[in-house]
């Protein structure tokens, strides 16, 4: 105890944000938010459209426009809104969307967030941290389903600092079953200071990822006791991460906290503060989770007010998505398959399949409700899930490429926000896409997997690139493996 305490007491390092504030101010200011959204209630559709316009052209939106959109009311606009989502998509990303899975390495955690189901005051959950070798059996596991991408997931805790992370995050790279290994690696875990940060950099972390849970200073200051309640650690983390190199950094609000404007709203600024201070790099992802019930939790029975119902849900990721239109955008297996069946086409770009997240539940094939954080609805397989999604045209993209040559941050911004990761990534995501058929799939899914490469190749149109793709998959064909342009 009194270890873990002289621990908590050195994580803190108020010059590492306080030198973000301006003021003493946030760039979150909650009376400006609440004033942008009273001033911009019912506004005209032939503003609402020249909005959605502007979100086409690839632009990101201002306060005040992200603002209106929040108010439409009319249903054909909001029809309108959810189709000009879907192109922007398109337009950036293309058809490809990325899969991958959460691993979760410990659930000790020192803090006590009030819906988590991990809070250090819940004894009805089991504690459990992987050893190194068990964190091999997971890995491998995972490796077996056709995984090439994780984020791992660790509480805040003595017991997972920033060492036993990186210690994770190597044993995770090194670990192979055939020709399968996993290559990248996005890691969620608490705050940490500029010099944790390099350390992860070093090692090659994939993009860091912090939510802030609620953008609301004094709904965050209810909900969060231990180190979380300082909310200005963990609002310029993501700061943190950009100065020590950490490139690609990943925003997130936890919906049903807080009212789901003002979220939507907190997101906005946070993309625009992270691209003012690092040269227009802003986050390379955005999450949305939904507030779920957590065993030993009563908090969800409790929050009736500010749960967010489907249809509002749909409306919140349409306007993320023409909001800062460059980002990527998550959809995890917290939503059942029906809902991620009607948000997919509202511009998200990865999903997540294969998914458990009681830890160590991989690699013993179990489901255990008492080592999660909350309950997953969306079950389906990695080999189901992909055959949704290839059989909806969507092609699934296993490439990693993107950080293996070096087209992560400012390059890749750059990129993103002219329209033309897909260009580059298409090719690729044929690729690996066509590896996956091959090593992992069921016959079902390698039949419609199979169609869908036969036309995504059809649509190339550079007839040298075509060239290239159609030799790099004769070879993969032959045996050859991690093939990218
Ligand atoms: N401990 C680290 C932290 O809090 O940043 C990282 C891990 S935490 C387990 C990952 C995320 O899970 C949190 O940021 C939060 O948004 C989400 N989460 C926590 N409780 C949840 C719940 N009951 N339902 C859905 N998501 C939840
Ligand atoms: Fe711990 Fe993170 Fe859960 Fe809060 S959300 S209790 S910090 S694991």
């Known amino acids: 105890e009194e270890a873990v305490k002289s621990w908590i007491s050195n994580v803190i390092k108020p010059e590492q944000y306080e030198k973000y504030m301006e003021n003493g101010k946030d760039f979150i200011n909650d009376e400006e938010i609440w004033e942008k959204l009273k ?35 009319d249903e054909e606009l909001w029809q309108e809104i959810f189709e000009a989502a879907g192109k922007i998509k398109e337009k950036v990303y293309g058809r490809r969307v990325v899969t991958f899975a959460p691993l979760y390495v410990s659930n000790y955690c020192v803090n006590d967030c009030e819906y988590c189901g991990y809070r250090v005051s819940n004894d009805k959950v089991k504690r459990k941290r992987l050893t190194l070798d068990e964190l091999r059996e997971e890995v491998k596991a995972l490796v077996k389903q056709g995984q090439k991408r994780l984020i791992m997931v660790y509480g805040e ?8 992370i990186a210690e ?36 090659g972390i994939g993009t860091y ?31 943190r991460a950009q100065e020590a190199g950490v490139d690609d950094v990943a925003i997130g609000a936890l919906f049903g906290l807080y009212d789901w404007r003002f979220e939507v709203m907190g997101l906005l600024y946070h993309a625009i503060d992270l691209e003012k201070r690092f040269d227009g790099v802003g986050p390379h992802t955005i999450s949305f989770p939904r507030l779920e019930p957590a065993v030993g939790t009563p908090f969800y029975e409790k929050q009736k007010n500010y749960l967010v119902s489907d249809e509002d849900f749909m409306k919140l ?21 029906h809902v991620r069946e009607k948000v997919l086409p509202l511009g998200v770009t990865q999903l997540d399949f294969g ?4 830890v160590g539940s991989y690699s013993k094939g179990a489901f255990d409700p008492e080592k999660q954080q909350f309950l997953i609805n969306d079950d389906r397989s ?36 002219k329209g033309k990761v897909h260009h580059l990534c298409m090719p690729n995501a044929i690729l690996t896409f066509k590896e996956y058929l091959l090593d992992y799939a069921s016959p079902e899914t390698r039949k419609v997997g199979e169609e869908l490469i036969r036309k995504e190749l059809e649509a190339i149109t550079h007839p040298e690139l075509k060239k290239i793709v159609k030799e790099y998959l004769e070879r993969i064909e032959k045996g050859e493996r991690d093939l990218y342009v």
């Open 39 to 73: 001033a911009n209630r019912n506004p005209e559709p032939q503003r609402i459209r020249e909005i959605i316009a502007k979100a086409l052209d690839l632009e990101r939106l201002e306060p005040d426009e992200t603002a209106a959109l929040l108010h439409v009311e």
């Open 382 to 417: 990695l080999d189901e899930g992909i055959r949704w999604l290839a059989s909806k045209g969507k092609i699934p993209s296993f490439c990693t490429a993107g950080y293996r040559c070096g087209r992560t941050g400012n390059y890749f911004m750059d990129v993103a926000k």
């Open 209 to 239: 990822q912090v939510f802030q849970e609620t953008y609301h200073h004094e709904t965050y200051k209810k909900l969060h006791r231990g180190l979380k309640a300082n909310y200005q650690w963990r609002l310029y983390s993501l700061h």
């Open 355 to 358: 998914t458990n997240i009681g």
């Open 157 to 164: 805790h003595p017991a997972s600092d920033v060492e036993f």
């Open 317 to 337: 990721v349409a306007v993320i998505r023409l909001s800062v239109p460059y980002t990527g955008m998550i959809l995890t297996a917290r939503e059942p398959a």
């Open 168 to 203: 994770t995050l190597k044993v995770t790279y090194e670990t192979k079953v055939g020709n399968g290994e996993i290559r990248r690696v996005n890691v969620n875990a608490a705050p940490m200071s500029v010099e944790d940060l390099e350390l992860l950099r070093d090692i």
